[in-house]
């Protein structure tokens, strides 16, 4: 079966309003609702157990649900057939954004990490989909742009996310080591070259076992997607191994790039290791 | 000649914090200069600054007559070389760690450095981590040796080393100080000033408030 034929099937056209056949796992309103059971399970063991989380889950779980149904309707207007590519493309751009945004803030006590941020998911996003549109793994049509460029954005950001973090706790933990490498006329990079890798290690290794893992212990996310909709195990098994390369590729550009670009917000040009605070606590 | 440190007015602030204040101190060449005070006097600071791990916040801080500020920092870190309070091991064994300091030592040259420390060739082997204090800081004094300064800062090396150890380094250090390297000792032990310094600078308050010769 023609992979880009299955990836063009309009998972969000007025068919997903009706109840799916057996066959194929296509969710209608009755399958949404009848899958809230699952969630009525989590807010029953949270009053079992006394966790006090109840009314965090119902309010995930709305969000959830209304960000998916907004960005089905957006995804809608921008993907499909004939559509043009530019509004992809923008599409694309306000992922990028919104992305170096949430990285920032979610390690904070990196200065400047917006910037750095964007570059290095755009270093991954470049990578990636010159080599999957630009071989020919798929076809570049704005049905295949805006998920594969949101696979690739997601994943990286979460790569982005510990390398930073991981980069500055380790610095800022082993100030001690890094001043004595510093000491010795070491510059910036060389002394905090230890750390760097540590946190670059930190983020591949899980993406790695994953990789490593896929099939025999789950059937990933994309796979299982696919197979739902109704597309022949072994299409859906190429699909699920280029989405996995993706994934593992964009993590190690993002973590090239920030490597490059954490050692001059971090250190002063004179090769001097800034203060870094420990981030407020949250609670 | 040109003092071997000049601090002209300087102060060193952090966060709000002042750690130094208005600091007009000259160290001479040459010798031992022990700079003694309390726990967070600042005296750890004043010898951060001479090796460019810390920056004034305010004031001049001139290296023989010139602003540091403008020194090529690897340079001037190797000129004036600093062993810390304590024994910091990098990965991997001595000679590993040796390495850090000069890429190029040869087995024999680091056998030398360590011999120059009172230490035997063997440790050359020895996972640095796995050293007692007192060879941790030798190997450390070691490794600072090899970039040849000129200048050895010490901050409060025998802090965490038993007596033995803590005169072992005393005496080391001493030798040094006879065959020209111009000492930096910090220390808030008043014996040890006492035993050490050809000069001395009380810290207190992150002032200097006396200085003796």
Redesign the interface.
């Given at each position: 079966m023609d992979v880009i034929a299955e990836l063009s099937r309009p998972l969000l056209s007025p068919a997903f309003l009706v109840a799916a056949t057996a066959d194929t796992g296509r969710v209608g309103p009755l399958g949404l609702a009848g899958s809230l059971v699952l969630v009525a399970v989590v807010v029953a063991v949270s009053r079992w157990r006394h966790l006090d989380l109840g009314r965090e889950v119902v309010v995930a779980c709305t969000l959830a649900l209304v960000q998916l149904l907004l960005v089905g309707v957006g995804l809608g207007l921008v993907v499909g057939d004939g559509h043009p590519l530019w509004p992809s493309w923008i599409w694309v751009a306000v992922m990028l954004v919104y992305a170096a945004w949430i990285t920032s803030r979610r390690a904070p006590e990196v200065p400047g990490l917006f910037g750095l941020a964007w570059v290095a998911l755009a270093a991954a996003l470049a990578v990636s989909l010159a080599v999957v549109f630009g071989l020919g793994v798929f076809n570049l049509t704005s049905r295949t742009l805006v998920p594969t460029a949101g696979l690739i954005v997601g994943n990286a950001l979460t790569s982005t996310v510990v390398v930073a973090r991981r980069a500055v706790e380790d610095l800022r933990d082993k100030r001690s080591e890094v001043e004595a490498r510093l000491a010795l006329g070491l510059p910036a990079e060389q002394a905090a070259r230890p750390h760097i890798r540590s946190a670059l290690r930190t983020a591949l290794s899980p993406q790695i076992e994953r990789t490593r893992a896929v099939g025999l212990v789950a059937l990933p996310g994309a796979m299982t997607g696919l197979l739902l909709a109704g597309v022949d195990p072994l299409v859906a098994v190429a699909v699920q191994a280029v989405v996995m390369y993706l994934v593992l590729g964009s993590a190690a550009v993002v973590g090239a790039v920030l490597a490059l670009g954490l050692i001059p917000r971090l250190f002063t040009p004179d090769h001097r290791l800034r203060p870094l605070p420990r981030p407020a606590d949250p609670t | 000649m040109a003092a071997l440190f000049s601090f002209e007015g300087v102060a060193v602030a952090?966060?709000g914090v002042k750690i130094l204040a208005d600091v007009d101190l000259e160290l001479p060449e040459g010798g031992c200069t022990v700079l003694v005070g309390p726990s967070g006097s600042g005296k750890s600071t004043l010898l951060r600054l001479c090796?460019?791990?810390?920056?004034p916040t305010a004031g001049l801080l001139r290296f023989r007559g010139e602003d540091v500020?403008l020194l090529d920092?690897?340079?001037h870190?190797?000129r004036v070389?600093?062993v810390?309070q304590?024994p910091?091991a990098?990965?991997g064994n001595v000679l590993d760690n040796l390495r850090?300091?000069r890429p190029d030592v040869t087995a024999a040259g680091a056998a030398e450095a360590l011999a120059r420390v009172g230490l035997p060739e063997l440790f050359l082997e020895r996972e640095q981590a796995t050293l007692s204090g007192g060879e941790g800081q030798r190997a450390?004094l070691a490794?600072?040796l090899l970039?040849e300064p000129e200048v050895l800062l010490l901050d409060e090396p025998t802090a965490s080393l038993d007596t033995d150890a803590a005169a072992g380094l005393e005496r080391l250090a001493m030798s040094l100080a006879a065959g020209g390297t111009s000492l930096l000792w910090v220390t808030h032990d008043p014996a040890q000033a006492d035993r050490l310094a050809d000069r001395l600078v009380v810290v207190g308050g992150g002032r200097v408030e006396a200085r003796w010769t």
């Open positions: - | 952090f966060q090796n460019r791990l810390e920056a500020a920092p690897l340079r870190r190797r070389g600093m810390f304590r910091i990098f990965g850090v300091a450390c490794r600072t970039a």
